[in-house]
T-cell receptor, first 112, second 114 residues
Framework: EADIYQTPRYLVIGTGKKITLECSQT?????MYWYQQDPGMELHLIHY???????EKGDLSSESTVSRIRTEHFPLTLESARPSHTSQYLC???????????FGPGTRLTVT | AQSVTQLGSHVSVSEGALVLLRCNYS??????LFWYVQYPNQGLQLLLK??????LVKGINGFEAEFKKSETSFHLTKPSAHMSDAAEYFC????????????FGRGTSLIVHP
C-alpha cells in the first residue's frame, strides 16, 4: 500500500538544539512539500521539491533547510531550534497526473 | 494566479442535518479542485477531487461537491451530518497544465451537535 511516513510524531526539545524531521514516501512521487500549521489554522508552505537534487523555498519564511538526495526521502532540518518554531509540520507528496496530495501524519514540535 | 476563499471559519450543524461548506476559487486556467479533511493530530486526507470530468463529484464518507464554473465555486455537501464528521476541512486549487503547487483555503471547522 502506498503511504507517506513522518518521524517523530511528537518532539519536545530545548532551545538551540539541531533537529531533523524525517519524511518518506513509497509512491515514487517526484514532488514533495513541507507545510507548517499551527493548531486549527491554515497551512503555510515552507519548502518544496520537484525531484532529486531540487529544493525551493515556499511562501513562508523559514529558518529550516531541506534536502532531496533520494526520491522517497525529504528531511527537514532546523540548525538551532527556537520557541517560535513550535508548531506542527506536515509533509506531503503529490500525484503527477491530477496533482492530488498525500499527507503524512505530521510532527508536532515543541521548543522549550 | 490562483486563490481560494472558504466562507466561514466555523460551521455548526446538528447531527442528521445538511452539511454545506463553501469554497470559491479563482484561476487563470482550468482548475483542479480538491477537498481535504483533517482530524485532530493527523495530516490531511483527500475527500474528493474535480479534474474536469463530471461536475458533480462524489467522495468518501458520503460527501460530494459540485463544480460551478459560472460561480467559480466548489461547495462541499453531505445530506446528513454524523458526529464523526467533526473535523477541519480544506479546499484547494491547482492549475491544470500550469503551476502544480496547490493553494489552500484557510479551512473551515465543522462542529456537529448531538
Amino acid at each position: 500500500e502506498a503511504d507517506i511516513y513522518q518521524t517523530p510524531r511528537y518532539l519536545v526539545i530545548g532551545t538551540g538544539k539541531k533537529i531533523t524531521l524525517e519524511c518518506s514516501q513509497t509512491m515514487g512521487h517526484d514532488k514533495m512539500y513541507w507545510y507548517q500549521q499551527d493548531p486549527g489554522m491554515e497551512l503555510h508552505l515552507i519548502h518544496y521539491s520537484y525531484g532529486v537534487n531540487s529544493t525551493e523555498k515556499g511562501d513562508l519564511s523559514s529558518e529550516s533547510t531541506v534536502s532531496r538526495i533520494r526520491t522517497e526521502h525529504f528531511p527537514l532540518t532546523l540548525e538551532s531550534a527556537r520557541p517560535s518554531h513550535t508548531s506542527q509540520y506536515l509533509c506531503a507528496s503529490q500525484d503527477r497526473v491530477f496533482y492530488e496530495q498525500y499527507f503524512g501524519p505530521g510532527t508536532r514540535l515543541t521548543v522549550t | 494566479a490562483q486563490s481560494v476563499t472558504q466562507l466561514g471559519s466555523h460551521v455548526s450543524v446538528s447531527e442528521g442535518a445538511l452539511v454545506l461548506l463553501r469554497c470559491n476559487y479563482s484561476s487563470s486556467v482550468p482548475p483542479y479542485l480538491f477537498w481535504y479533511v483533517q482530524y485532530p493530530n493527523q495530516g490531511l486526507q483527500l475527500l474528493l477531487k474535480y479534474t474536469s470530468a463530471a461536475t458533480l463529484v462524489k467522495g468518501i464518507n458520503g460527501f460530494e461537491a459540485e463544480f460551478k464554473k459560472s460561480e467559480t465555486s466548489f461547495h462541499l455537501t453531505k445530506p446528513s451530518a454524523h458526529m464523526s464528521d467533526a473535523a477541519e476541512y480544506f479546499c484547494a486549487v491547482s492549475e491544470s497544465g500550469g503551476s502544480y503547487i496547490p493553494t489552500f483555503g484557510r479551512g473551515t471547522s465543522l462542529i456537529v451537535h448531538p
